[in-house]
């Protein structure tokens, strides 16, 4: 019995630090019934500390029945909410003990219904913020100013000396939390943070800038403007005058003949805090180059929760999102020393390139100089690689460990920062994406899937089913759709952005944390159950549970490991701010998925039976590398161990000829040469992309399947192995239907699994291809969950077709409406009614709720009988969704396009009472000419439009 409890006792620790699930299921069970840690979850946005114990845990049951399997504690401060003043008063308890008792208690009833929670380690975002993290701890940046000087002159130099950047300001005057008597000498100790870090000059010629700056919402998110052409600058006329600055900013020096570039460099306490925080004291951001910062932040944040908190599955760090001119540390110029074999001060110029990790807005602009011979891109590389790694010693190696320590899995968003991200994806256990890149990019979501596979974790998270601008209008068929292409990007575990914690206001429809200021509209979607599409959120939870249920088992089938040794990412990093993703778009119509490995990842990788494993076990038939001009030394000469073990390597339109860095360049510059030569020796190719998929279809590398129509450029899909079995994940991003006409190889026998309603039913297939060939049209927006059996031979399936279509009249329907109008209490009822837009129908333009439709409908004897008929309902088109009932009986609702209903179960020949009840979002009762924010609102479809017609199948 010890025996047993302490072998029980270890594979719950291992399997609550893997993510793994508790009872192994089917497929099939899984999939019809998904385990509750298979369930998506919500970010629950709490205000602060303004909560209180009894609301949490009726929440938590509103989670768990709305179909959740847990939720992600957000706190931060609820701005543009109507508080009462006892809530006002704790907004700032964040932190204190009777917050860290209200996590408690969420915690407590979450474990008590089978959930988890995740805890986010901070309020909101970039971490830091409070007493904890003063102004020596506060993250830094370097600045810099240019003057261009003459030479020959002999007249004194007057220099241009850089400043502070405004931003949004961390100790504003306008935060009470600055004036506590405690913080009063902060100001002067942030000035007292500022110093010069180097005066460098150099010959060469000014860039030319475009004129516009960097803002968002009135906020500086970069003093430097956008590069039409660099400047060029000789390296070899650099000098050093740090010590030759007078204190008002004349420099002691008289140029040579030529035109001068002089430089000043100063450090700063970035001006930058904590956004939306709650808390008490100034919410400064934590140096994330130091690892005291981060244990400061941690004992306040984090350790008050106590080791193996009940409950709790892992602490959560949002994306990154620094605000720095130049990311820099404290001792930065020592570290790079240190780690890169040289000086960096004289090179110091050479670092800046607007629009690189700028935290918001993330573009290509050319850098501000060039310099011959590759040094001035071998020094950004050197920079850059110095900087993630100082934020990995400073920040998420002890932000994972922290986790590990008290029993707590870290959950992280690599990306909006200037790391190694595949590497900061796979170092942390539950990597997390989101879609509100590029309204959800499925190349940009990989890197998360990347860094779970090379480094071998199952779950790969999203921040999800958000849209900038929409705080009101998203639909439940909009939700499903971005869930897909969220799927399609290789996810499997979603974060639905999210659930409004309640406050006590009893105006509709409630506080939502993303609601419409004066500056701005805000973000999606209130997942509340004041927002009348609650009413379809289960359906929506189950079929989400349904997809992570299949996709979260087995092992991922990814054909290509396709090179990425960036720091950072934005869309165009790669191809010059172009922006095509042409590789990754190529591969996926080509047949063949891939993940994005890095440097770090091939340098304990091996090849066996002609593939590359990951350290994770991760397995991958080729190797292809981008068109790139320096890569390290040591991953060139892994690379070509590769080759001569077998693997395929393709490098695409050329091959490296030097190593990234600038420290002994002339002899890593050789090794690199010679590696990449033997690589070719060993049969490694150099090919256009175009020529890559013929060619490893030639060389018989596994593809995922072979599409057999011409245009499938908006078809993304992600498949896995379970057991013998194949599942094949296809989504149609386009709004126009797409033939996704398909071989797949291994298989037999294919079945389509609906996640919606939870049915599996045979797909007509025939051998073709060492596989079997399907048919796979998709309309705009509409996904296919396939799964292919090697045991069973295809099918020859007759699908059912329609025999009858009959019309029910677009007029005469009774009516009732129940909800808001103008944010006001509306019930209405109309005795006669047409279908149609609310907006169009007087009384109804600004209504919000639920209007239901009413009408006695005929069934024939003869629709019942012979041939297994089915009665579909279809109901056209529908603002937003519908839940249809038939003689009292509800069915389940209608949440995405096309909306069809099989009545056939709730029908009876003869007279039947027919009920069609239509929810719509809140963003029509919501506009407000008057308000700000409010008024930029503008009215959206909603209502039953219908045709609505009876369809009956045999």
């Known amino acids: 019995m010890r025996l047993h409890a302490m072998m029980t006792g270890a594979c719950l620790a291992a399997l609550m630090l893997t993510g793994a699930p508790a009872v192994a299921q089917s497929l099939e069970d899984g999939f019809r019934n998904p385990p509750k840690e298979a369930r998506p979850r919500f970010r629950w946005w709490w205000p602060g500390g303004a909560v209180n114990d009894a609301e949490i845990e009726r929440e938590i049951g509103v989670i768990d029945a709305a179909g959740f399997g847990g939720a992600e504690i957000q706190a931060l401060a609820p701005n543009f909410a109507t508080l009462t003043p006892d809530e006002k008063a704790r907004v700032n308890d964040y932190a204190e003990p009777a917050f860290f008792g209200h996590v408690r208690a969420a915690a407590k009833a979450a474990a008590a219904r089978g959930l988890t929670l995740d805890y986010t380690l901070g309020s909101a975002w970039p971490s830091g913020g409070g007493f904890a993290i003063p102004p020596e701890k506060a993250f830094v940046e370097l600045t810099m100013a240019r003057t261009q000087v003459t030479g020959g002159t002999g007249a004194p130099v007057k220099l241009v000396m850089p400043a502070r950047t405004k931003r949004l300001g961390a100790l504003s005057m306008f935060d009470a939390r600055v004036k506590d008597p405690r913080v009063a000498d902060w100001p002067a100790r942030m000035d007292a943070q500022a110093r010069i870090v180097a005066v ?6 000014a860039p030319q800038l475009k004129t516009d700056a960097s803002t968002m919402m009135g ?13 060029a600058l000789d390296t070899a006329s650099a000098v050093i005058l740090t010590d030759k600055l007078r204190t008002d900013g004349t420099l002691d020096w008289q140029a040579p003949a030529g035109t001068w570039q002089v430089f000043v460099f100063k450090q700063y306490a970035s001006n930058m805090g904590v956004l939306g925080s709650a808390g008490q004291g100034p919410q400064l951001i934590l140096d994330h180059m130091d690892p005291a910062a981060f244990a400061a932040h941690a004992a306040r944040v984090g350790d008050p929760l106590g080791t193996k908190p009940v409950g709790i599955r892992s602490t959560f760090v949002d994306s990154l999102e620094l605000m720095q001119d130049l990311p820099w540390g404290r001792q930065f110029l020592t570290e790079f020393r240190k780690r890169r074999g040289y000086d960096l001060t004289q090179y110091l110029p050479l670092t800046l390139q607007p629009g690189w990790m700028q935290a918001w807005n993330e573009h ?81 979501m990989r890197f998360a899937r990347s860094g779970a596979d090379l480094y071998g974790h199952r779950i790969v998270s999203a921040e999800s089913l958000v849209w900038k601008d929409h705080p009101y209008d998203v639909t439940p068929d909009q939700l499903r759709r971005r869930a897909d292409l ?11 952005h999210g659930h409004d914690y309640r406050l006590t206001d009893g105006a509709w429809p409630g506080w939502h944390a993303f609601q419409p200021s004066p500056f701005a509209l805000g973000f999606s979607t209130m997942f509340t159950e004041s927002n009348p599409i609650w009413a379809g959120v289960p359906t929506l939870a189950r079929y989400l549970g349904r997809m992570q249920s299949v996709l979260q088992q087995g092992q991922p089938v990814v054909p290509l490991a396709y090179f990425y040794g960036q720091t950072g990412y934005y869309v165009g990093i790669e191809d010059g701010g172009a922006g095509k993703q042409a590789a990754e778009k190529a591969f996926i119509a080509g047949g063949y998925d891939f993940d994005r490995i890095n440097p770090d990842a091939i340098a304990d990788a091996r090849v066996e039976r002609r593939q590359l494993v ?22 060139a000469e892994a690379i070509a161990r590769f080759a001569k073990a077998g693997l395929p390597v393709i490098f695409t339109d050329r091959t490296p000829d030097r190593d990234e860095g600038l420290a002994d360049a002339v002899r890593r510059d050789r090794r690199v040469k010679t590696a990449i030569a033997a690589t070719l020796k060993a049969g490694g190719r150099v090919l256009p992309l175009g ?17 057999t129509a011409g245009d499938v450029a908006d078809v993304v899909y992600v498949q896995r192995r379970v057991g013998d079995r194949t599942v094949t994940f296809v989504h149609n991003l386009a709004d126009s239907p797409r033939d996704a006409g398909m071989i797949l190889p291994g298989a037999r026998d294919v079945s389509r699994w609906n996640a919606m309603d939870g049915s599996i039913a045979p797909v007509a297939a025939e051998p ?10 998709l309309a705009g927006g509409e996904s296919a969950l396939l799964v292919a059996d090697p045991a069973t031979g295809p099918r020859d399936m007759t699908p059912p077709v329609a025999v009858e279509r009959i019309a029910l009249p677009a007029s005469g329907w009774t009516f009732g409406a129940a909800g808001h109008s103008g944010r006001q209490p509306f019930d209405r009822t109309i005795d006669a009614i047409a279908l149609g837009d609310w907006r169009s129908i007087d009384g109804l333009s600004s209504f919000s709720g639920t209007g239901t439709y009413r009408r006695r409908m005929q069934v024939e004897p003869g629709w019942l009988s012979g041939g297994k008929p089915r009665i579909i309902l279809d109901l056209g088109a529908v603002h937003d969704m519908a839940t249809v009932s038939v003689n009292g009986r509800a069915l389940q609702p209608a949440i995405t396009a096309p909306f069809r209903v099989d009545i056939t179960d709730a029908v009876r020949a003869g007279p039947n009472d027919l009920a069609i009840a239509i929810a719509n979002t809140p963003q029509n009762a919501m506009i407000d000419p008057k308000l700000a924010g409010y008024k930029m609102l503008k009215p959206v479809p909603a209502g039953l439009v219908g045709p609505v017609t009876i369809e009956i199948r045999r």
Request: proline residues 8%.
């Open 200 to 205: 460098v000059a150099m010959r060469g010629t």
């Open 219 to 231: 906020v500086e998110l970069s003093p430097w403007k956008d590069v039409i052409a660099s400047g």
């Open 364 to 444: 290509f602009s050319p850098p501000y100089f060039k310099a011959g011979d590759a040094t001035a891109e071998r020094v950004r590389s050197d920079y850059r690689r110095t900087v993630s790694d100082l934020m990995f010693d400073g920040f998420i190696k002890p932000y994972v460990a922290w986790n590990h320590a008290h029993g707590l899995q870290a959950k992280f968003q690599a990306h909006g920062g200037a790391i190694d991200i595949v590497r900061g994806y796979g170092i942390v256990d539950i990597p997390e994406t989101e879609d509100l890149v590029h309204e959800g990019d499925p190349y940009f």
């Open 486 to 496: 969220i799927f399609a990007g290789g996810v499997n575990s979603l974060v639905v």
């Open 614 to 635: 990951a350290r994770g076990g991760a397995r991958y038939p080729a190797l292809v590398l981008p068109p790139i001009a320096g890569i390290r030394a040591e991953t």
């Open 691 to 707: 020529g890559i998929v013929p060619a490893l279809r030639t060389a018989r590398v596994p593809a995922n399947l072979t599409f």
């Open 768 to 777: 073709g291809g060492a596989g079997v060939r399907i048919a796979l049209p």
